[in-house]
């Protein structure tokens, strides 16, 4: 039996032109459509009225009486979401209303981690091509901001916490491209020497980088206390004063959620990932020597009642998700179905969470914290989000999530071990599939 003749697609000739030409000429709507669209964003055209109006920021649990963070220009949403959950209890344990945790300090510890991991990674490579999938995609990702729920947990667990005072913003931590650039050329540079040196000179290339890198940080962000002077005054115009400190004498006294509890749980719909099973992600990780990444994958309607359930009991939840996706920035609002693109194009948009994972249409990109949740009946109606864009959008900088985009576009939240049920604890000892270093589940939440 012969094998099917090739298939291709036709060249577009002067008839097809002239044809899709007269047809769109032809279509009073698309000609009222092109007069919208030339004129005003497809945002504010395909914004759904209705849904605009029926979603507001009201909630039946709310645990926000704060003020929201700002990462400004820069990726770090994973930590300011992690610090933004850390901050709630510690806050409540110094008797005061507002408190931050020095995100410019976790920034650094975790930026000097991940030049090391990557440089181990680079020697553990050195016998590849460059055009070797894992190794480019590790080349190509190697000093952004961005991060995911263990890796966060890692840096804090090595290095600990300082308030904010004791390491404040600079211009290169609040707008990190600049620097973001310089690393990745010096590493990039080292990575070329440890792959043409001998094998017994690539430790000594990377110990080398790793001092070069730390200087550049201290340069860009200020030097890391070892010990700081700790005293303040809380919401009474009580004083106090707990004297010098380390970070970790710091996140061992004012610290109130343990974080080696904590776990990842994800959704994950495709077929190559059943539920009930861990994963983790080749060459993912910041921390060298610690914790692997790990997900423990489960169904949409399990992530939603433990995130929900925290909340109700007074714990903010830390998240993961494709953040531009429907979305209307300036007032705060999420739906799955916010934007008619359907109606715009005159086409069926059919791909599923699954369909947009496999086509590269959608991963995690963004990391914030649940503060609130609307229960009707016993389940989500809509979430309120606590982001790190600053206060000037949506509720003062709080976002009002609808059930229907949590479905869609959540895609992992961190959770306490110790509040799980027993099958998904039990799940949590088997041994993860390892996905492929540029999976889909190893996005880096950066925006």
């Known amino acids: 039996?012969?094998?099917?003749?090739?298939?291709?697609?036709?060249?577009?000739?002067?008839?097809?032109?002239?044809?899709?030409?007269?047809?769109?000429?032809?279509?009073?709507?698309?000609?009222?459509?092109?007069?919208?669209?030339?004129?005003?964003?497809?945002?504010?055209?395909?914004?759904?009225?209705?849904?605009?109006?029926?979603?507001?920021?009201?909630?039946?649990?709310?645990?926000?009486?704060?003020?929201?963070?700002?990462?400004?220009?820069?990726?770090?949403?994973?930590?300011?979401?992690?610090?933004?959950?850390?901050?709630?209890?510690?806050?409540?344990?110094?008797?005061?209303?507002?408190?931050?945790?020095?995100?410019?300090?976790?920034?650094?510890?975790?930026?000097?981690?991940?030049?090391?991991?990557?440089?181990?990674?680079?020697?553990?490579?050195?016998?590849?091509?460059?055009?070797?999938?894992?190794?480019?995609?590790?080349?190509?990702?190697?000093?952004?901001?961005?991060?995911?729920?263990?890796?966060?947990?890692?840096?804090?667990?090595?290095?600990?916490?300082?308030?904010?005072?004791?390491?404040?913003?600079?211009?290169?931590?609040?707008?990190?491209?600049?620097?973001?650039?310089?690393?990745?050329?010096?590493?990039?540079?080292?990575?070329?020497?440890?792959?043409?040196?001998?094998?017994?000179?690539?430790?000594?290339?990377?110990?080398?980088?790793?001092?070069?890198?730390?200087?550049?940080?201290?340069?860009?962000l200020g030097t890391p206390p070892e010990r700081f002077f700790w005293q303040w005054s809380d919401s009474d115009k009580n004083f106090h004063r707990d004297g010098w400190l380390t970070p970790q004498e710091f996140a061992g006294s004012y610290l109130t959620l343990d974080l080696a509890d904590y776990v990842c749980l994800v959704h994950d719909p495709r077929s190559s990932s059943p539920v009930g099973r861990t994963y983790t992600v080749e060459m993912l990780g910041n921390v060298l020597g610690g914790p692997p990444v790990t997900y423990l994958n489960v169904e949409i309607d399990q992530m939603k009642k433990i995130a929900a359930d925290l909340i109700v009991d007074g714990t903010p939840v830390w998240f993961g998700c494709d953040v531009g996706q429907q979305m209307d920035r300036e007032r705060g609002i999420w739906d799955a179905k916010l934007h008619d693109l359907p109606s715009i194009y005159d086409t069926e948009l059919t791909l599923d969470k699954a369909g947009r994972l496999e086509y590269h249409q959608t991963l995690m990109t963004h990391a914030m914290l649940f503060t609130g949740v609307d229960i009707v009946d016993g389940a989500p109606r809509k979430w309120r989000v606590e982001n790190s864009w600053g206060d000037e959008n949506a509720d003062q900088g709080f976002y009002t999530m609808n059930d229907s985009w949590f479905d869609e576009y959540v895609f992992e939240i961190a959770a306490p071990k110790s509040l799980l049920p027993d099958d998904l604890v039990a799940a949590l000892d088997t041994e993860p599939t390892v996905l492929p270093a540029w999976d889909p589940m190893g996005a880096l939440a950066n925006r």
């Open 1 to 220: 039996m012969s094998a099917n003749p090739p298939v291709h697609a036709k060249p577009l000739a002067a008839s097809d032109l002239e044809r899709l030409r007269k047809e769109f000429d032809a279509d009073p709507t698309a000609k009222l459509l092109q007069n919208a669209l030339t004129t005003a964003e497809l945002k504010d055209v395909a914004l759904d009225h209705d849904i605009v109006v029926s979603t507001d920021t009201s909630m039946s649990n709310r645990l926000d009486d704060w003020k929201v963070t700002n990462q400004k220009q820069s990726g770090r949403c994973w930590l300011f979401a992690g610090l933004n959950l850390l901050r709630v209890g510690t806050a409540e344990k110094l008797g005061v209303k507002d408190f931050e945790f020095s995100q410019n300090h976790a920034m650094f510890f975790d930026k000097i981690e991940r030049a090391n991991y990557f440089l181990q990674a680079v020697i553990d490579l050195a016998d590849r091509p460059t055009d070797d999938r894992t190794l480019a995609t590790l080349l190509d990702d190697c000093m952004s901001d961005g991060g995911q729920w263990n890796m966060f947990a890692a840096v804090i667990a090595k290095h600990g916490l300082v308030p904010k005072s004791a390491m404040p913003e600079t211009i290169s931590s609040s707008g990190t491209r600049q620097m973001n650039a310089s690393l990745r050329t010096i590493l990039h540079t080292a990575a070329r020497d440890i792959r043409v040196a001998a094998a017994d000179e690539r430790s000594g290339i990377a110990d080398a980088t790793v001092a070069t890198v730390w200087r550049a940080l201290c340069l860009h």
